[in-house]
């Protein structure tokens, strides 16, 4: 415990109730230590820390100023509720952050009754806080009351259509709800600050309704030194579309800017609300990611994902390997064809560095587009580009690119545009756990008219997927890789483009042959290993595509077995099933093929390591050898003895 920080005050909080006997300096201090007390939590867990310091003093506030779980706080994307946890009856279990078994690293309705909603994806806070003020509303019933309905919104998390899709329809409603705007990225003049001072001043003393009379005649009462740059401060709002018009406009009354890192601005804002609000709200408040940690607040990526970390240096604590990350190959195998190509563009939503095109962009600026959270807009912006003559690769992560299948088939398949999908974090990815799973992508993409579906085996056949799409203008193409390193294999010195609907014989054995999709041909190969030893050598093929299906070596590997076994990581409803599909279509189980399928189970998987994933979800090397002695008919427990 000696390396823990003294927080003695965070020490007496079991709920958030008891936050009510604090005075307001006490609170300056409690917000210190729960900064302190993260870091150090994450410094044991690694996780998102930047997000979560940035939110302390706004964490603080709302909890002391409303009442949790009546009042129902919905974060977004909640990535930034690790102060909010601890304050809530989970800092006993904090050092236990998104590791098997433990707390997950996003608000979890089944976690916690001060989780009232879940989300790991963004921009769904408003919608859902409009839900639960009109469940409240209409007499809902709810185990823990209702209460004021509450949406915290980062600025990024604001540029997702969805978020104004709510904002529109609250205005419209007109129903008693706030939402608080986390702005952590505008860059305002520092007189700003003298001026949101200020209106908190007049906010917390006026009558409710003046308050937006107040607003607008703030600029006049304030010094002379102070105007000029209140004026410009307001102007630069309204130019980014962010200020008090736009979302009056909508029907919300707004209040703001306020410094989110000071209490003395944040404590009578909210209580002012609280007391008198009537129809929605929204607070705007300033914050800076990593407050309070340099590291951190100095970070590129200000503390966004981090590892384990030395909590006096920042320095993360990072396994070596010999193998490349897989993104970091897409990024190099995309930049060498693009070398080449002119028409060859990056599109990605809000994650630069997480699909490698960070590294993209530094080469070719003008041809790479972060569209921000808005993947719909980003498939639909990909297809123009595509309809324009150009080449784009959409690298985007499996479960993000669910948020624009819409679009996927009506923009893309439809109309056949060859727009490249660079799918990361294919699989299950371990921490981030069931929301952050790339489960459904082979499915959902293997169902389109039209489309090419590959999965690389490991980080050479990435290269060369790569090269086969950049070459590839027939349509929609796409191709999927795990997060992580990769097999430690020999890299080629150039993609070469594969042909379109061939696999690759690995080995060839004899009575069972098993097909694999993706990255589990190395897993397979471990479980061959241990096969052999029994006198059992199996044949195994890399299928690399999905759609179109290698009907040659499907239908020779099942005409030359008595029995068959596909493995991928995806769900039911993918390769396998095409697989299926085929064979059915040929006659081919008339003959007596044993057919097995290994696919992702019917559950949403919580966070472990990838491997403890994949052990729960049945498909490591010693599961597959057990299923490949199941369809041969040899006792698993004599494999044991």
């Known amino acids: 415990m000696s390396d823990r920080p003294a927080t003695p005050l965070l020490d007496t909080v079991a709920t958030p109730a008891d936050l009510k006997r604090f005075d307001d300096a006490q609170l300056r201090q409690l917000a210190d230590e729960l900064r302190e007390e993260t870091i150090s939590a994450v410094s ?63 608000t979890k309705r089944s976690e916690s009754p001060f989780d009232p909603f879940g989300a790991a994806h963004s921009s769904t806070s408003i919608s859902a806080a409009l839900g639960f003020a009109a469940a409240r509303d209409l007499g809902g019933a709810c185990d823990t009351g209702h209460g004021d309905s509450i949406a915290v919104i980062g600025d990024g998390a604001l540029s997702a259509g969805m978020a104004y899709e709510a904002l529109n329809n609250a205005g419209h409603m007109g129903k008693r709800m706030i939402v608080i705007l986390n702005d952590n990225e505008m860059s305002i003049a520092p007189p700003t600050g003298a001026m949101s001072s200020y209106l908190s001043r007049l906010y917390a003393e006026a009558p409710f309704q003046d308050l937006k009379s107040a607003a607008k005649h703030a600029v006049s009462l304030l010094p002379p030194p102070f105007q000029e740059g209140a004026r410009r401060a307001k102007d630069l709002l309204k130019g980014m579309t962010m200020g008090g018009t736009l979302f009056e406009e909508l029907g919300f009354s707004y209040l703001g800017p ?29 914050t800076k990611k990593g407050k309070g940690y340099h590291p951190a607040e100095h970070a590129p990526d200000k503390g966004h994902a981090r590892s384990k970390f030395d909590v006096a240096t920042g320095e993360q604590k990072k396994a070596p390997s010999n193998a490349p990350a897989y993104t970091k190959v897409f990024a190099r195998a995309l930049m060498d064809q693009a070398e080449g190509d002119p028409r060859i563009c990056a599109v990605t939503a809000a994650m630069p560095d997480g699909t490698g095109l960070d590294l993209f962009a530094e080469k070719f600026p003008a041809r790479t587009f972060d569209v921000g959270i808005a993947e719909q807009h980003g498939v639909t912006f990909c297809a123009g580009l595509a309809a324009g003559g150009m080449r784009p690769f959409c690298a985007m992560y499996s479960t993000f ?52 579906v590959m999965a690389a085996a490991d980080e050479a056949e990435l290269v060369h997927m790569v090269a086969t799409a950049a070459a590839h203008d027939d349509g929609p193409i796409a191709f999927r890789y795990p997060r992580g390193e990769g097999e430690g294999v020999t890299m080629p010195e150039k993609g070469v483009p594969l042909e379109i609907g061939k696999g690759r014989m690995i080995r060839e054995g004899g009575r069972v042959a098993i097909l694999s999709f993706g990255t589990r041909l190395g897993e397979t190969l471990r479980a061959c290993e241990a096969l052999e030893a029994r006198g059992i050598t199996p044949t195994v093929a890399d299928a690399r595509f999905a759609k179109p299906l290698d009907r040659d070596l499907i239908l020779t590997l099942a ?83």
């Open 44 to 106: 044991v867990t690694g996780g998102h820390l930047g997000a979560g310091l940035g939110v302390v003093e706004l964490t603080v506030a709302l909890h002391a100023v409303f009442d949790a779980p009546r009042d129902k706080i919905v974060w977004d994307v909640s990535h930034q509720t690790y102060p909010h946890k601890i304050l809530t009856g989970r800092r006993d279990r904090i050092r236990t952050l998104r590791q098997k078994d433990g707390l997950s690293g996003f």
């Open 258 to 286: 306020i410094d989110g890192h000071d209490l003395d601005q944040l404590l009578p804002i909210l209580r002012t609300v609280k007391t008198r609000a009537k129809g929605p709200i929204l607070i705007h408040a300033i």
């Open 401 to 452: 690119l669910q948020r624009g299948y819409d679009q996927i088939v009506h923009d893309v398949a439809i109309q056949r545009l060859p727009v490249r999908f660079a799918i990361d974090r294919a699989g299950l990815v371990g921490a981030d756990g069931a929301t952050h799973a790339g489960s459904y992508d082979v499915a959902y993409l293997s169902n389109l008219p039209g489309f090419t």
């Open 559 to 641: 005409r030359d077995h008595e029995a068959l076994i596909t493995i991928e990581e995806g769900a039911v409803g993918g390769f396998g099933s095409h697989v299926a599909q085929l064979l059915s279509d040929e006659g081919v189980f008339d003959h007596g093929l044993k057919f097995r399928s290994m696919v992702l189970p019917d559950i949403f998987i919580d966070q472990a390591s990838p491997r403890d994933m994949y052990e729960a979800a049945g498909l490591n090397a010693e599961q597959i050898e057990a299923k490949v002695l199941s369809v041969l008919g040899v006792d698993v427990l004599e494999k044991r003895a």
